[in-house]
């Protein structure tokens, strides 16, 4: 059983920067890519950054150029790196690891860490 904890939110002034963490417990056979999503309340959740096994990265255009999602597979921990942070990236952000879709169809989500960019 895959548990993620995330970790690195908080409150920081716009233009500013924070580092999120997101690392993994239990086997992490069969899990393939490694996302970050955010979610603001009434609104969807979205995609934020995804990092497959092998450092293919894919971001939101809302934060290209912003944001840096990393991989240390040996310590089974995933990064986003923030930078010029605005007020409208505020939201829950959400680790989540994906099924490699041959041996493991599930998915895993972490319990969230908040930021807030205040203006």
């Known amino acids: 059983q895959v548990q993620l904890v995330e970790s690195g939110g908080g409150l920081v002034q716009a233009g500013g920067t924070l580092r999120l963490s997101c690392t993994a417990s239990g086997s992490m056979y069969g899990i393939g890519s490694m996302d970050w999503y955010r979610q603001v309340p009434g609104q969807p959740r979205e995609l934020v950054a995804r990092?497959?096994?092998?450092?293919?990265?894919n971001y939101a255009d809302s934060v290209k150029g912003r944001f840096t999602i990393s991989r240390d597979n040996a310590k089974n921990t995933v990064y986003l790196q923030m930078n010029s942070l605005r007020p409208e990236d505020t939201a829950y952000y959400y680790c989540?690891?994906?099924?490699?879709?041959?041996?493991?169809?599930?998915?895993?989500w972490g319990q969230g860490t908040h930021v807030t960019v205040s203006s």
């Open positions: 990092i497959t096994m092998n450092g293919i990265t």
């Open positions: 989540h690891a994906e099924g490699d879709k041959y041996v493991n169809f599930d998915d895993y």
